[in-house]
T-cell receptor, first 115, second 114 residues
């Protein structure tokens, strides 16, 4: 009955590889997000989607490509991984746009380590 | 864009005492200010929020105050308990049903000393 789930939970890979992180929500929400939390715990938005449409792209390198096959899924594909990509990536969802009205629910996070 | 500063970065208080975490924001158009709690190895979770049309909001042992003129807001936790130990994040947003986003502060690691 997990509301927002992510796979994998841990991902260790080498520089230059391409990897994907998957996110699914079973809350019937329209809006989904990807956040990056670095080693200093700083939490920063990367992307948001509403009904499969890209709303926010927060000047993220184009090595990062989000894909939303349907409202319940927002996957993150990362090409040519770099050491600086090591972080915890959180997916989140909310019922709709309108942050003051719809709470964001975070997934459990994916810890990506690039060696 | 919005910039949110948060202080202190670490805070230790005796169990039963109060804890206060402060944030300042730069965008005078920001009108929504949530607080998130992140326990070790867990996901961030919303604990309280405040909109710019009110100055204070309280929920049991936690309260948030907002000073729009000074552009700062604070989280107050009273009668602290060991389970309050976590990292707390403030955030700010222009909540206008557009391309809104939360800009987070840098976090405060709160430790409750039994």
């Amino acid at each position: 009955d997990t509301a927002v789930s992510q796979t994998p939970k841990y991902l260790v890979t080498q520089m230059g590889n391409d990897k994907s992180i998957k996110c699914e929500q079973n809350l019937g929400h329209d809006t989904m997000y990807w956040y990056k939390q670095d080693s200093k715990k700083f939490l920063k938005i990367m992307f948001s989607y509403n009904n499969k449409e890209l709303i926010i792209n927060e000047t993220v390198p184009n090595r990062f490509s989000p894909k939303s096959p349907d409202k319940a899924h927002l996957n993150l594909h990362i090409n040519s991984l770099e050491l600086g990509d090591s972080a915890v990536y959180f997916c989140a969802s909310s019922q709709g746009l309108g942050l003051a009205h719809y709470e964001q629910y975070f997934g459990p996070g994916t810890r990506l380590t690039v060696t | 864009g919005e910039n949110v500063e948060q202080h202190p970065s670490t805070l230790s208080v005796q169990e039963g005492d109060s804890a206060v975490i402060k944030c300042t924001y730069s965008d005078s158009a920001s009108n929504y200010f949530p607080w998130y709690k992140q326990e070790l190895g867990k996901r961030p979770q919303l604990i309280i929020d405040i909109r710019s049309n009110v100055g204070e909001k309280k929920d049991q042992r936690i309260a948030v105050t907002l000073n729009k003129t000074a552009k700062h807001f604070s989280l107050h936790i009273t009668e602290t308990q060991p389970e309050d130990s976590a990292v707390y994040f403030c955030a700010a947003s222009r909540a206008n049903f557009g391309n809104e986003k939360l800009t987070f502060g840098t976090g405060t690691r709160l430790t409750i000393i039994p």
